[in-house]
């Protein structure tokens, strides 16, 4: 909003703005290579044992010759989007204004394709940096619908994976997801009001139903993400878009027996039936 070219003056503008000259030339720093590396072993720590809290993962890295204390710890694992599972889990940080919807699933049975979609968002490390990537799964089959690369956590890149999946694979009956701001933001809910889905949000107790998604996260970062030290985001995106055209392509699932998901989205039937 502030124009240097504008007759007004720089300060004027940010007078009439009440805008901090200071913000205006402020630039992020990012991250230390220190807290880089660190993000790094936590994250890995973290998929071994996904109930460890701050204080377990301070006790990990001072157990290890890590010089990152409880308070340091906190910080990255919330930047990181790390909650620990909780029998009274909080899936994600919620927005105060935002509506929280009610949880459907509850003795549902899935037992088809497009019946119920969930999505999720991870942290992907990178050699100087990080990026975050959603994704849109169809639950019964496990197979990835659409996913997204960003270098921020607004509500766009998860709308524009979201909008991907319905324009390539037509509408769920439910759309589960926790109750992070990004998946109550009105943009998101917008879009899945207007395509008449029910929508449907973990609720207490209900932090198991997100673990689904976390193995994908899992296998991800073990067999791609982990083994590349990505300088650019172009890398990156092009590591994942490989491996995940194998998981849904070539790589069976266990839920599945010998099929891929894939071949599950795609039969629109019980797997274990194909499979006999």
Known sequence: MVNKGHKLSVRRQCVLLTLARSNLYYQPKGESAENLQFMGIIDKQFLETPWYG????ARHMKQNNHQCGRHRVRRLMRLMRLVPIYQERKTSKKHPQHKIWPYLLRNTVIDR?????CADITYIPMRRGFLYLVAIMDWFSRKVLAWRLSNSMNA????????????????PEIFNTDQGSKFTSGDWIDVLTDAKIKISMDG?????DNRMIERLWRSLKYECIYLHAFERGSQAKASIAKWLAYYNVERPHSTHGILTPNEVYDS???PMRLAA
């Not at 766009?156 to 509408?171: R, W, Y």
């Not at 207490?204 to 198991?208: D, L, P, Q, S, V």
């Open 156 to 171: 766009e890149f998860c709308v524009e994976a979201l909008k991907e999946a319905l324009s390539k694979h037509g509408t």
């Open 113 to 117: 394709p497009n019946q119920v979609w």
């Open 204 to 208: 207490k107790g209900r932090w198991i």
């Open 268 to 270: 629109k039937t019980d």
């Open 54 to 57: 701050s204080r377990q993962m």
